[in-house]
């Protein structure tokens, strides 16, 4: 297996793990924050439709530029950033500009994740590979699921939302190797 994949497998579990922690019950923060079940529809529909529109234009810029590893990198690091500001949200409004960034975020670095992974995929161990992505995200996100419920129930919201950030925070560190390790 090429190092970028493990760094990118390892870097997406850190990644969804601290997206897992609240997102199960994301419609509670929101409740917490003063909005009700629309406003956290919209939240999550903002995120989305951002990720959506912007996701083709990175993409588009990615392979003009040959800058992947950049813009993964840089992705990373708005979505870390954009976690803490979970922690300063007090209102819906601020919660949808939040999810902006994110969505903006997540689309910097999915065209390029997905390329690089693609590109350095070993041949012949292409659905293995692949597999094991899936498999251990999602293994990941079940578990810290129920984590994150456990601490919002147990410590509260903002103890969550740090928590997640640490989790962006090391991912993005991780992530970061990619700058230095040269790819297929």
Not at 134 to 159: E, M, N, P, R
């Amino acid at each position: 297996m090429h190092k970028i994949i493990k760094i990118l497998i390892e870097t997406s579990i850190l990644c969804n793990i601290g997206f897992a922690l609240l997102q199960p019950i994301f419609a509670i923060f929101v409740q917490q924050i003063g909005g009700d079940i629309l406003e956290a529809a919209v939240a999550m529909g903002i995120f989305s439709i951002i990720l959506g529109i912007t996701t083709y234009i990175f993409g588009r810029i990615e392979d003009r530029r040959n800058i992947k590893n950049k813009l993964v990198v840089l992705g990373y690091s708005i979505i870390t950033m954009s976690f803490l500001g979970y922690y300063f949200v007090r209102n819906p409004f601020d919660l949808f500009i939040v999810q902006i960034i994110i969505g903006f975020g997540t689309a910097l670095l999915t065209p390029g994740w997905d390329a690089l992974f693609t590109l350095n995929v070993t041949r012949g161990k292409e659905a293995v590979e692949w597999g094991l992505w899936d498999g251990s995200v999602h293994v990941s996100v079940g578990i810290f699921a129920i984590i994150g419920g456990i601490i919002a129930f147990s410590l509260g919201f903002k103890t969550l939302v740090l928590i997640m950030f640490v989790f962006e925070l090391v991912a993005t560190i991780s992530i970061s190797r990619l700058l230095w390790v040269k790819s297929k």
